[in-house]
């Protein structure tokens, strides 16, 4: 019956191609729209690490001006940064299961021997818990153990793309670079790893890649490093050297720690506010306790990384699929009525109503379905529109197979939704009512 | 004439047109909105510099290794650019305009810390910055040469001077005071003399609503990473970028350079959301009208079809060709005023869930006039030629079947 029914819509199909392909290509181009939106959505508004989003923390504490709050239209907010010198005095007491301070810096990789340009590559200065903390999928070797973190050794683990830039592509680990004027053994290289969004920092870009490189935390001091992140200060300091700089209150250094459950939640601001404690017997952080960590997903929305775009082009895509749903069942409805003197025939000839409605909706799960496949094809076409558009990083753009899916249901259940009433009106032609004027 | 026959046939299968209608009201509601945030957008991004834009290239240089000098680098740089023909000036600065990347400071008119400051973009270049961005200067004068020096990381220079533009001096003064040879204080305490005032240029962040708010101090940065602003003669930019770019590298080896890239190129790379913003809406537009207008198309036809032989008959009892496609026409421009009314009132609803939930500006209601017109015009046009075949119909079609 169903291989009928199937036969059935397209033959009616082809009777009418006009109004068949309008139908296809209404369906298809509202899909289109809404999955292209929609898969942008998902992206940025997704989970980049499931697994582990509830353990995994930022911290704040507030360091800054005891004059004016760090964010004037949210003066409850602490800087969402830490300094350098509390970072360092937190990963000295520890207390998180593990934890790590961090930031983006760019290193000049000089050319072994005569041969080769010099060339700047960016990196993320961390400790060695970076890469067990947040999954990091290693091809060669491994990261940096606590002791380096303390030793300061120079050590580098390689992105895949660094790594086949400079080592085509084979295992480097134990190779040298000369990084800054110093020796970096690489003890490490990575795998394709990018978390959407880069939940690890949404201050210097959500949507960015991962850096060239990881270079560990102690090394900032011993080498000087310099961070190309955003850094933010409230106090005038004289800051001639950069043991200064280091000891400032100017907050660009990001710390995240990770809590076994998220129970060690409250005990853990407990350990940030006796630490805060401290320091004001020192004289620092003036302003009223305000220490705070939050979650993976807290933090995202902290930074509101939906871009208002994004959220704005939804809400449209959405209304512009209603427009073709709407065309939809004007068309159908205007095609199902044109058909009545066959479906009075069938009648008359036995068939039963709920025979007739199977047709005519197999029909339109027939058309939805093409016009579902046609929006798919659509929607790739306006990713890689909006890749273009945004240059944004390749990792970004996909469509996987939960869109894929839901795109493909959106689509059938739009055209269903749209036959509903036509097939229903179809249905009440009585029989043999159309064969009289014939 | 033949609103009666219209009206029954309408009226014998109401869905259809009030489908139609329902249709063109949410199409109303998102083309007008879309088309108020496009207008928005290309505002926005159309928004006066203040500089010569399009003949400024920027450049980073950094330097590597032991003993290496960065004072001795900058000045070599800084001649050896300003000695190709078609350069007319150039500046090692701290940041460069409209890049999103910048350096941020607060002023104020007296120094007591208590009082909230007046948030500006800073910049720091030497004499020869403004005639490097094709900055104007309205009144006061630029920095003298011997105000600037070159400004090293372990220095702790004092700024007597700076230059500010009309936007801040307002902000930080008032409209009318003359900010001209005013005092004005940094974080620190520190007093600063305004010397010049610029009539207008924008800041680093193109998003930020205090964009015009800039102030400059004179000075060489010379830090890790320098960067360098060069104007060159009107239209010589995109001969000059690989010249520059060859010569600044093979003048020292010691050195990595850096992305030698028009500032228009920065500045679009800024403006790349709205901008994406405008093209997508565009599209989206542009997809919407075609698909309402075949729509409309392919519904007149068939009942143009499904009509003949009452067509026939009534051509057959003296109605013209011109009373069928009126009647068409007339059809067509009832069901999209229905339309269109209901569509004002969702086009209202939408643009107030964007006002109260995105930081969006009340829509124009201008735009609603115009968007009306606009779905008149089109739905008409649409009809038109299905109306053409429904007048072509012989009268003696009437007399066919029966």
């Known amino acids: 019956?169903?291989?009928?029914?199937?036969?059935?819509?397209?033959?009616?199909?082809?009777?009418?191609?006009?109004?068949?392909?309008?139908?296809?290509?209404?369906?298809?181009?509202?899909?289109?729209?809404?999955?292209?939106t929609l898969t942008v959505h998902y992206l940025m508004s997704g989970n980049p690490i499931p697994e582990k989003s509830s353990v995994l923390y930022a911290v704040t504490m507030d360091s800054w001006n005891p004059l004016l709050p760090f964010d004037d239209d949210r003066p409850e907010r602490a800087p969402h940064q830490v300094t350098y010198s509390d970072a360092e005095r937190l990963l000295e007491i520890g207390k998180g299961k593990r934890q790590t301070a961090m930031f983006e810096s760019s290193l000049v990789i000089e050319p072994i021997g005569d041969d080769g340009q010099p060339f700047e590559a960016t990196a993320r200065v961390t400790d060695g818990d970076f890469f067990p903390m947040f999954d990091v999928p290693f091809i060669y070797g491994s990261g940096w153990d606590s002791a380096t973190d303390k030793s300061a050794e120079t050590v580098v683990v390689l992105t895949k793309a660094l790594n086949e830039r400079l080592f085509g592509g084979e295992d480097s680990t134990g190779r040298q670079l000369q990084m800054n004027g110093a020796q970096f053994q690489v003890i490490g290289v990575i795998d394709a790893w990018e978390p959407t969004p880069r939940f690890y920092d949404p201050i210097n870009g959500a949507f960015q890649e991962v850096m060239d490189m990881f270079v560990p935390y102690s090394v900032t001091r011993t080498l000087e490093l310099d961070s190309i992140g955003s850094d933010w200060g409230w106090k005038s300091e004289s800051i001639t050297t950069f043991e200064q700089w280091l000891n400032s209150e100017s907050t660009w250094i990001q710390y995240f720690v990770e809590l076994d459950s998220p129970r060690d939640r409250s005990e853990y601001v407990a350990h940030l506010d006796a630490y805060v404690e401290g320091q004001k017997q020192l004289g620092r952080f003036e302003r009223p306790m305000n220490n705070n960590i939050y979650d993976v997903m807290e933090w995202m929305e902290y930074h509101e990384v939906v871009e208002e775009d994004a959220r704005v082009l939804l809400g449209l895509s959405f209304l512009f699929l209603l427009v073709c749903v709407l065309s939809t069942i004007a068309l159908l409805l205007t095609k199902f009525i044109g058909k009545k003197g066959d479906v009075s025939l069938r009648r008359a000839l036995g068939a039963s109503r709920k025979a007739i409605f199977n047709q005519q909706i197999v029909e339109v799960a027939v058309i939805g379905f093409a016009g579902g496949t046609a929006g798919l094809g659509l929607a790739w076409l306006g990713l890689q529109g909006i890749d273009y558009l945004y240059d944004t990083p390749s990792a970004l753009i996909r469509l996987d197979w939960v869109m894929v899916s839901t795109a493909i249901g959106v689509s059938v259940l739009s055209g269903m939704i749209a036959g509903m009433y036509p097939a229903w009106r179809v249905c009440q032609i009585p029989p043999a009512a159309q064969l009289k004027t014939q | 004439m033949g609103f009666r026959p219209m009206m029954s046939s309408l009226m014998r299968s109401k869905t259809g047109p009030i489908l139609v209608a329902l249709q063109i009201a949410v199409t109303l509601a998102i083309v007008i909105n879309a088309l108020f945030i496009i207008s928005q957008r290309v505002e926005k991004m159309d928004r006066d510099t203040g500089m010569d834009i399009a003949n400024v290239i920027v450049t980073d240089v950094r330097g590597f290794g032991q003993g290496f000098d960065v004072v001795d680098s900058i000045r070599n740089d800084i001649d050896l650019i300003k000695s190709i023909p078609g350069i007319v000036a150039a500046t090692v600065s701290n940041h460069a305009p409209l890049s999103g990347s910048g350096s941020g400071t607060g002023l104020r008119t007296v120094a007591d810390e208590t009082i909230t400051p007046v948030s500006t973009a800073r910049y720091q270049w030497s004499?020869?910055?403004?005639?490097?961005?094709?900055?104007?200067?309205?009144?006061?004068?630029?920095?003298?040469?011997?105000?600037?020096?070159?400004?090293?990381?372990?220095?702790?220079?004092?700024?007597?001077?700076?230059?500010?533009?009309?936007?801040?001096?307002?902000?930080?003064?008032?409209?009318?005071?003359?900010?001209?040879?005013?005092?004005?204080?940094?974080?620190?305490?520190?007093?600063?003399?305004?010397?010049?005032?610029?009539?207008?240029?924008?800041?680093?962040?193109?998003?930020?609503?205090?964009?015009?708010?800039?102030?400059?101090?004179?000075?060489?940065?010379?830090?890790?990473?320098?960067?360098?602003?060069?104007r060159t003669e009107p239209g010589m930019r995109d001969e000059l970028i690989p010249i520059i770019e060859q010569k600044l590298g093979e003048s020292n080896l010691r050195r990595v350079v850096k992305n030698v890239r028009p500032l228009e190129e920065m500045a679009a790379r800024s403006y790349r959301s709205d901008r994406g913003m405008a093209i997508i809406l565009s599209i989206v537009i542009a997809l919407l009208i075609g698909l309402t207008a075949l729509v409309i198309v392919g519904l007149a036809s068939f009942h143009v079809t499904q009509r003949t032989k009452q067509i026939g008959t009534r051509r057959a009892l003296g109605a013209t060709r011109t009373h069928i496609i009126k009647e068409f026409l007339l059809e067509n421009w009832l069901i999209t005023t229905a339309g269109a009314v209901l569509g004002v009132i969702l086009t209202v609803v939408v643009a107030y869930w964007m006002e109260t939930t995105?930081?969006?500006?009340?829509?124009?209601?201008?735009?609603?006039?115009?968007?009306?017109?606009?779905?008149?015009?089109?739905?008409?046009?649409?009809?038109?030629?299905?109306?053409?075949?429904?007048?072509?119909?012989?009268?003696?079609?009437?007399?066919?079947?029966?």
């Open chain 2, 127 to 230: 004499e020869e910055g403004l005639d490097a961005l094709g900055i104007e200067l309205a009144r006061g004068r630029n920095f003298y040469p011997q105000e600037v020096i070159y400004d090293t990381p372990d220095m702790d220079a004092d700024v007597p001077s700076v230059l500010i533009t009309q936007a801040l001096a307002d902000e930080l003064f008032g409209e009318d005071v003359d900010a001209l040879g005013k005092t004005v204080y940094w974080g620190s305490m520190e007093p600063s003399t305004v010397i010049g005032i610029i009539g207008h240029m924008q800041g680093s962040w193109v998003n930020w609503d205090k964009l015009n708010n800039v102030v400059i101090h004179p000075g060489k940065p010379a830090y890790t990473n320098n960067r360098y602003i060069i």
């Open chain 1, 1 to 36: 019956m169903f291989k009928y029914n199937v036969k059935l819509a397209f033959k009616s199909m082809q009777r009418n191609p006009i109004m068949t392909g309008l139908m296809v290509a209404a369906i298809a181009v509202g899909i289109g729209v809404s999955m292209t």
């Open chain 2, 358 to 402: 995105f930081q969006l500006p009340r829509l124009d209601w201008r735009y609603l006039p115009a968007g009306i017109g606009i779905l008149w015009a089109l739905s008409s046009l649409a009809v038109l030629e299905p109306a053409r075949r429904a007048a072509s119909v012989p009268p003696a079609v009437a007399t066919r079947s029966i």
